[in-house]
């Protein structure tokens, strides 16, 4: 992988691995704070999320057993405040029911206070017990369990993290990263002061992670996103057999892109329901002047395939410059999308130093201005307005709505998406390479 701060700084190469696979349990206490915690944590850590268990869980205590027992967890993390220590205790006694035949036990990951600590240590045992004062201790130990003890590792979720960073710092603005692997999915958005927001979600990919994406989002959901009519025991047998295709590389024919683009919207539109569920900043994600795209979906053979997923799968709603960055190249500037929210005709001013032009964008409208220059938009009546450089592509109008409804019917809905692929030259039909 490449990582660069802009495209006309110079790049350092970094070995980057995935890291090894960590199922990771969460018990938390009655309040929605204490959910929220533990959730971030493990968004935030890149583990995967295998069982939830609430302090007023209702299932009863061997059902709580069986259900740890098979989630079968590397690591059960758990917070909670002192009037949730009782019931803690009782999940922790669960926990030992279910889990203490596994080898290797589970450890127990606990984001409580000193007293909390000291009164569930003995329920815990014979589960190595490890308590953290604060989230982001906890996230680097279950790290280091993905690094497995390797510590020249370098995660890719950390690595997204600085390039996403780097991204807000050289321009002043907030910034989100979009990463789309075989088995991840990750949305960092970071603050030019250094905060950032992460989820790192697995699995939930292209590849070993394309069966998660196909059981959340449905067939019907991915099926929608492809051009041209396909029934779905052809559609299941293509998904089913892509992690054994995939051996040889990314795909290289148009059906097996234009699956995996159809796949990849599918597996951003849940990270980002995941990032919702954990009261992360969705809104700010979707509003982040400049966004940066890696991973497989920076890889595809044109830019406008990597924009068009893009913006199906993440709805930006505001003026955006979009950057992609393949695993194996440079960043580069690929376009700039203009989000014209509303159901009724809006004007678009643009102004460059050449001049200024006005135009009316209809509702549903789905295109590209060829523009390469610094510009300034101005959508009227909509209260958006933005400054950037459009890129390759030039300037994306997209007035289709938010939220993007797609037509149920078949007869609708394909020609519908053919000539969004066809406006963003994502298909071989203009004979374009992207």
Known sequence: MTVSIGTEVPVERTSVALGRSLRVALLHGREEASRLAVLRVALASGAEIVARVRATEPRSFVEAAQALRDAKPDVV?????????????????????????????PRVFALVDTGVAHALR????????????????????????RRAANEDVVLRDVLIEDAARALATTNGTAALAVDVTERSTSLVLAHPDGRIEAAHRVPLG???????????????????????????????????????????GPPTSEPAVLLEMALAREAIAHALRDAADAALDVAAMRAAPSILVTGRVASFPRSGQSLLVLVDGLEPNAVTTVFREPDEGRAERIGMVVSVPGRRPAKIRIVRASGRSVARV???SFGLVEIGADVEVAVSGAGVRGHGRSGELGLLIDARGRPLSLPERDGERVPAVARWHTALHATGADGRSG
């Open 77 to 105: 993390v758990i917070q909670g405040g002192t009037k949730d220590q009782g019931t803690l205790a009782e999940l922790l006694e669960a926990l030992r029911l279910g889990c203490g035949a596994q080898r290797p036990m």
């Open 362 to 364: 209809a509702p549903g």
């Open 206 to 248: 292209l590849g070993m992670g394309a069966d998660h994406v196909v059981v959340r989002a449905s067939l019907d959901n991915v099926r929608r996103w492809l051009p041209s009519p396909i029934d779905a025991p052809a559609l299941l047998e293509r998904v089913f057999n892509r992690p054994r295709r995939l051996v040889e």
């Open 122 to 145: 003995p329920r815990a045992d014979p589960f190595a017990f490890e308590r953290f004062a604060a989230a982001p201790e906890m996230v680097e130990a279950l790290r280091d369990l």
